[in-house]
């Protein structure tokens, strides 16, 4: 309405309507990808219909997932409605350590160790130092990634307590080497979502290149605008969508040259066993490297994700690459070290955990180590609990 009022006006049209006064039940967006995906897969006749409404109803409301996903599909959950559920020993042990392990990365991290960070830096109206700028655009980084994935962990660990299985809507996604690899990470529940209701039926890939940069981008743009009414999400939505592109182009390069000299490539046997170790480590060097460079890309997107207008995301762009003079300190020292430890801790366990399920590495570990570790974090809660901070997705 914003906009069509701006447009018309722009022509010589007076018009002025009434503001419209409309509240949104919390996660609207959630339950509304939820029921879509019902109606859609039942249009199809991919899946079989839900039984009774009752089991309708609780597929839909389902209060571990409702607010803030993951968005669950039919067949991930109502064939569990079919006969009674109760958590075993091993579920309601998993349940309460992914329970403990959300409400830690939320409550702990996300709330009290860096959204006041990010809150300043985005709030400020002032130019600010480089090192203040990217601080506060690496807290918020970490702190929509602790929120959001530590909500979605809180959900699976809850129902895992009833006995019920939910998908993993996060899977280490600062590791990802490339976006298309940070996009099978990150909010997996609504990448899967966007990919099979909105870029597959646009026509995917089987229409030739020029439809498939297409649909990829109409794909990114309507899912920045999932996020909000706001033109700053869809830039994000755009950018991620132009790093797919550009992915995409030198993927397609590569599997053009491997083609080329595929006919007279030559095989090679390499005679010296200590090559191998040594090639394996550069080759883990390179990838963790290219993963450094996404999170440096993801992390220019977030600059339109979290500013309020465009206006306040140039000056912070500003602030982060020199291009401001006048700046001034913001952040204390204590502040900056803070966020240092903690993204470069997050970076590196992402890294370290990228194929790893925390669930299998648990069971690896000592029963006592894994003891102390929980009640750390289960302490760690308790003294946080000044925090107010309310969740993120909340408001999409």
């Not at 700028?133 to 959900?155: E, K, N, P």
């Amino acid at each position: 309405m914003e906009n069509f009022v701006t447009l018309v006006n722009s022509i010589g049209l007076d018009f002025h309507p009434a503001k419209p006064s409309i509240i949104l039940p919390a996660g609207i967006s959630f339950y509304t990808f939820t029921t879509l995906c019902y109606t859609i897969d039942m249009y199809k006749k991919k899946s079989e219909p839900v039984k009774s409404f009752l089991d309708f109803s609780l597929f839909v409301t389902f209060f571990p997932h409702l607010v803030a996903g993951p968005i669950v599909r039919p067949p991930q959950l109502v064939p569990q409605f079919e006969s009674p559920r109760t958590a075993n020993k091993v579920q309601m042990t998993d349940g309460l350590l992914l329970l403990s392990i959300g409400l830690f990365m939320k409550i702990v991290l996300a709330d009290s160790m860096l959204a006041a960070s990010a809150d300043a830096v985005f709030g400020t109206t002032n130019s600010l130092p480089a090192l203040d700028a990217w601080m506060g655009v690496l807290a918020f980084s970490g702190q929509i990634f602790f929120d959001f994935a530590g909500y979605s962990t809180c959900a699976v660990g809850a129902a895992l307590c009833l006995g019920f299985v939910l998908p993993q809507n996060f899977f280490y996604p600062y590791a990802a080497m490339g976006f298309s690899d940070f996009w099978r990470r990150w909010h997996i529940t609504l990448s899967a979502w966007l990919r099979d209701y909105l870029y597959i039926p646009l026509g995917g890939n089987r229409k030739g290149k020029l439809r498939t940069y297409l649909n990829l981008m109409i794909t990114m743009l309507l899912g920045g605008l999932w996020h909000g009414a706001n033109w700053t999400f869809v830039v994000w939505g755009g950018l991620h969508g132009f790093y797919l592109w550009v992915e995409k182009f030198f993927m397609d390069l590569r599997e053009k040259r491997s083609a080329i000299l595929a006919p007279v490539a030559i095989p090679v046997v390499i005679k010296k066993a200590s090559i191998i170790p040594e090639f394996a480590v550069n080759k883990k060097l390179t990838g963790f490297m290219y993963a450094l460079f996404t999170f440096f890309l993801v992390n220019v997107t977030w600059v339109f994700f979290r500013s309020a207008d465009f206006s306040q995301a140039w000056q912070l762009l500003g602030s982060m690459f020199g291009q401001v003079k006048g700046a001034t300190a913001l952040l204390t020292t204590l502040a900056v070290i803070k966020i240092t430890v903690i993204i470069s801790l997050m970076v590196i366990v992402h890294w370290l955990m990228r194929n790893r399920r925390v669930l299998d590495v648990v069971r690896k570990m000592h029963w006592g180590a894994l003891g102390v570790i929980w009640a750390v974090m289960i302490l760690l809660i308790i003294w946080s609990q000044e925090s107010s901070s309310s969740f993120i997705y909340f408001q999409f």
